[in-house]
């Protein structure tokens, strides 16, 4: 509510959850508490920023982990709730006062909160009162008129009748009023009031909303997280929009049912995460094969195995790009941001229609659950898929003619007259026959792998961020651009020769890269993602273990390109990532 | 089935001949069981002058599942054990086709099992044939999960270990199962009717063809084809039916009401005789068809102000 109430004002914000992996976590446990991390600017903001100025713990013993995660910093104003000081067991008030003291020896601000005093004089559950409550006192300090909260309030309780409503506005007031009375600290962040109409949403919503508003009918899926609220929104849109959620007996039922969807002229999305991605791959290898359409969505998290479920990685990249037995080219993209969660969804339809093929779209838990207002897309006609074309086909024609300049063919449909043929998933030849000889395994491997290079040419060399020639260059894809690119201005603003660019498409690479790379003295990617360090007694230049992007670019330019990744399971801060490249700039220039 | 009206089909008066279904000429090996059920399925289609158009064959990996190549409508030879999601992905939003899926026993009721288990509960308007030779065929002789114990292949050459799976067992204990049938590939005639009665159910209609392979289980069925008493026939006026000249020929005959789920089941598990016919069929239920084809038939005009809606719900 808090966000939402900064977004209406004018102000960007970025968000980012934390949620346990677990429902119900032992009760303060240092781990798995969740929460939510808002960072506020009068500009939009690009990431989840560094430390923070304000912490509100409902249980103390939890900031021991944002404190090893690095979350807070000497001035950090802590509130917590003093309700433990009255527990009935009394370890659990000595715990909560040791646990302040130490606080403050660390060199951050506490204040104790009544919580329950204060709630109980509005609410009879403190549990269903304090939130609003604190909402309160975050108004006040962060001098928010009351007016528009009240009918915030009003418009979120109304459905649970008036006296909800009244609950509710005075727990808020009370909230505030304490605030103004106790709390010195104010902070003020000015706002710009939007121009635009603007849209707030996380990332798995602007991927369902992008679904929709490209007319794709289907999402086929089994439940994952991070995946999976996706498909939660979907559930209910589609009963206007016109559409259905397939929650399928398996990951791999999943993407079956998709591409039967798909083979029958209605291309499908399925979403999934890194372990349903692992189950996928037979099928994924069977639509390129096959050259079904199909959109599939990875929203990556922690891995390797079921790894981290609930945190942020990239790891994905190198199993998106190999999902098959076999070479499987395929296309593969990547948003940076919210906004483009929503958008990719569009042109990723468009793709796989276009080139005939699975097109891959990595997502991953910090847009999934991020929240950042962009503005509000114009929705277009021409995004949606066109009418089922089942008007016979022409005499003679193939399944896969495929041009042997682009490789691309056009595909019948189930309901085109004279179109009939059996789709295979054994090597085939033009008739869609199964081939006995080797040389048209050789034929329909080129054409296949042809329309990966007709797509590369109709793309654009990636925008660089800074100049077109430095000292450093950083590569980065995916949820990191905000936090790089912050990073990057951090250091440009000293006249550090440092320029950033983020790669949208991973398969095939935007062109141009090598040429961009060798303006640079050196090229980097940071990720969130494991590779070996350099300085890592145990690790040679020989045994080294680069990053998925990394390898991949190396791979494909053959240009020596460095790699900084971190696996925190939690966003990238733009200052570690400053730091690090203030290090590579030192090594560099000297 | 319920007829939709979703695309704007012209019906069909183009006359169909049986050879309009015939396809590639089949690959399997002389006296293979598949054989039987090919020509029952082309019968079918041409007695039901199923558009080629609108027939999709849907299948996964393995001697069974070359059937589609050896149709000339639609098909789908994809991955082993998979067809059913594919199936169901077809039928999903595309009524109008008519969809069958072809399977064996390593491919339903191993690897595919659990999609098998599941697209009987969804039930949704699909022929299902299961060629069941009690044997991998096309990898050469390894046990199927419905050999017979004891019986020697290529991976137990000391014989199977394990008891097998009894499909229809399977079939009739998921719950929402709809149409269940058994039938022998060398009684070509109760192929044919068997195939007609499934695909004329609406839902999922699971029909196990019992049959040989020539190479690897070539004599499984030598004695209940010597001994016609060791087919149980399982009459019924709501059952599959045969003519009377053709009846005779099944001196094991009892009254069963396809309707009595507790009865087949009875039936289903015993080990002395093959039943022959409909075990269950339930009209009433629910497919999911009528989930999924949800919305199918909405104006785009509809739909923009759908989604224009929805994007409407974020704006602050």
């Known amino acids: 509510m808090f966000a939402d109430l900064l977004t209406r004002n004018g102000n960007g914000i970025w968000t980012v959850e934390i949620i346990p992996a677990e429902i119900e976590p032992p009760k303060r446990s240092r781990a798995g508490a969740s929460g939510y991390r808002i960072r506020i600017g009068s500009h939009a903001v690009t990431n989840a920023g560094d430390t923070a100025d304000i912490v509100v713990a409902f249980n103390e013993q939890v900031l021991y982990s944002r404190i090893d995660s690095g979350a807070l910093r000497p001035g950090t104003l802590i509130f917590t709730d003093g309700s433990w000081l009255a527990d009935p067991n009394e370890r659990v008030a000595k715990q909560y006062m040791d646990a302040v003291a130490d606080f403050r020896a660390r060199g951050y601000i506490v204040i104790t909160l009544p919580i329950a005093e204060e709630c109980l004089k509005y609410a009879d559950d403190v549990r269903k009162g304090k939130n609003i409550w604190i909402l309160g006192l975050l108004c006040a300090i962060y001098d928010l008129d009351q007016a528009p909260v009240h009918q915030n309030i009003t418009n979120r309780f109304s459905k649970k009748g008036e006296e909800t409503v009244r609950k509710n506005i005075a727990l808020f007031s009370a909230g505030y009023e304490w605030a103004l009375q106790h709390v010195e600290q104010r902070f003020h962040i000015p706002s710009i009031a939007n121009t635009k109409p603007m849209v707030v949403m996380n990332g798995n919503q602007a991927i369902a909303l992008g679904i929709m508003a490209a007319g794709i009918e289907v999402c086929s899926m089994y439940p994952i997280t991070p995946a999976t609220s996706a498909s939660h929104f979907l559930a209910s849109a589609f009963e206007q929009v016109g559409g259905i959620v397939h929650q399928a007996e398996d990951e791999i039922a999943a993407i079956g049912f998709a591409v039967g969807c798909s083979y029958a002229g209605k291309t499908a999305v399925t979403i999934t995460s890194g372990p349903g991605l692992a189950l996928k791959t037979e099928f994924i290898g069977l639509a390129v094969m096959t050259e079904v359409p199909l959109v599939i969505v990875v929203v990556q998290r922690g891995g390797p195995s079921t790894g981290l479920p609930t945190k942020v990685e990239q790891g994905d990249l190198m199993a998106a790009l190999h999902a098959s037995p076999g070479d499987s080219p395929k296309i593969i993209m990547a948003p940076a941001t919210i906004e483009e969660c929503f958008h990719f969804m569009i042109t990723a339809r468009k793709l796989a229609e276009e ?17 950042q207002p962009f503005a509000k897309p114009v929705f277009d006609p021409a995004w949606l898929a066109p009418p089922l074309d089942l008007s016979p086909v022409e005499p003679g024609s193939l399944p896969f003619a495929w041009d042997p300049e682009t490789g691309l063919s056009r595909r019948p449909i189930p309901g085109q007259r004279g179109g009939e043929y059996v789709l295979t998933s054994l090597a085939h030849d033009e008739h869609s026959h199964v081939a006995y000889e080797a040389s048209i395994n050789q034929r329909a491997m080129r054409m296949r792998s042809r329309k990966l290079s007709v797509l590369q040419s109709a793309l654009q060399p990636p925008a660089l961020h800074g100049d077109p020639e430095g000292d450093l260059l950083v590569v980065g894809w995916g949820s990191t651009l905000g936090t790089i690119e912050e990073a990057v201005d951090r250091l440009r603003s000293e006249r550090k020769r440092v320029s950033s660019v983020h790669l949208r498409f991973l398969s095939p690479l935007e062109p141009g890269l090598k040429a961009i790379f060798s303006r640079f003295r050196k090229v980097i990617t940071i990720e969130v993602n494991y590779s070996d360090d350099v300085g890592d007694p145990y690790i040679t230049e020989e045994s080294r273990r680069y990053s998925p992007l990394a390898q991949l670019l190396r791979a494909h330019t053959l240009v020596d390109i460095d790699c900084w990744s971190r696996v925190p399971g939690s966003p990238l801060p733009p200052a570690a990532i400053e730091q690090r490249l203030r290090e590579e700039l030192s090594k560099v220039v000297a | 089935m319920q007829p939709f009206k979703i695309l704007d089909l012209e019906p069909h008066e183009q006359h169909h001949d049986p050879k309009d279904y015939a396809g590639a000429l089949p690959r399997w090996c002389p006296g293979c069981g598949d054989h039987s059920a090919l020509n029952a399925v082309q019968k079918l289609c041409y007695d039901k002058q199923l558009p080629p158009e609108r027939t999709v064959v849907v299948s996964g990996i393995g001697c069974s599942s070359r059937f589609p190549h050896y149709m000339n409508t639609y098909g789908f030879h994809g991955l082993h054990g998979r067809a059913f999601p594919v199936a169901c992905g077809v039928k999903s939003r595309r009524p109008d086709l008519h969809v069958f899926v072809v399977t064996g026993d390593g491919d339903c009721c191993a690897i595919g099992a659990g999609h098998w288990i599941h697209a009987l509960r969804y039930n949704m308007d699909l022929t299902v044939i299961l060629l069941d030779n009690n044997v991998y065929g096309l990898t050469k002789n390894q ?36 149409f269940v049938a058994q039938t022998v590939d060398w009684q070509p005639a109760h192929v044919y009717n068997t195939i007609r009665a499934a695909y004329e159910h609406r839902g999922t209609s699971f029909v196990r063809i019992l049959q040989r392979c020539p190479h690897f289980s070539a004599h499984i069925f030598d004695a209940p084809r010597e001994d016609p008493s060791l087919l149980l026939f399982m009459e019924h006026e709501q059952g599959i039916s045969l003519e009377p000249a053709k009846l005779q020929k099944f001196p094991n005959r009892m009254t069963h009401d396809p309707q009595n789920l507790d009865e087949a089941r009875a039936i289903a598990e015993r080990e002395d005789i093959y039943p022959l016919g409909l075990l269950y069929r339930n009209e009433n239920a629910v497919c999911y068809d009528d989930f999924t084809s949800r919305g199918l038939g909405m104006p785009q005009a509809e739909r923009q102000v759908a989604i224009r809606t929805a994007i409407d719900k974020f704006v602050i």
């Open chain 1, 355 to 371: 080139f005939r093929s699975p097109v891959m779209v990595l997502s991953d838990a910090n847009l999934a659950t991020g929240q």
């Open chain 2, 143 to 178: 046990t199927s999960p419905t050999t017979r114990l004891g019986e020697h292949t290529n991976t137990h050459p000391r014989g199977a270990v394990v008891p097998p799976l009894s499909p229809l067992t399977v079939a009739l204990g998921i719950t929402n199962t709809s």
